[in-house]
């Protein structure tokens, strides 16, 4: 039985230093994928956490102590689109908001 040309014995080096070298590269592959992961939860994370503290919170908390309900309701579009403009890439976008409420 003949031995493959990759396992000759001039190539078993060669051969050994290529696999080492693909399996070093989908290991690090790996640990990259699982990083970039981590930033993107963490920055949904985030991107929520602006979300509750700059829209959410103060509409809730105006409703909670009795204002009037239509009047925050007229005034949530124009809310939400002062504060995306603070943190949205797209500013211009802001103003397209169209909420849908009863």
């Known amino acids: 039985m003949r031995t ?4 000759a014995v001039d190539r078993r080096a060669a051969t050994a230093q290529y696999f080492m070298e693909l399996i070093l590269l989908h290991f690090m592959e790996l640990i990259l994928l699982h ?6 939860l963490h920055f949904m994370e985030l991107i929520l956490l602006h979300f ?5 919170l103060p509409m809730l908390l105006r409703a909670l102590f009795g204002e ?3 009047a ?3 005034e949530i579009g124009p809310h939400v689109a002062r504060t995306v403009k603070s943190f949205s890439p797209h500013a211009g976008m802001a103003a397209s908001f169209d909420m849908c409420l009863p």
Not at 4 to 7: C, G, H, K, L, R
Not at 52 to 56: F, K, R
């Open 72 to 74: 925050l309701r007229d």
């Open 68 to 70: 009037d309900l239509t």
């Open 4 to 7: 493959p040309p990759a396992f």
């Open 35 to 40: 990083f970039m992961e981590l930033i993107l």
């Open 52 to 56: 509750m503290e700059l829209i959410l």
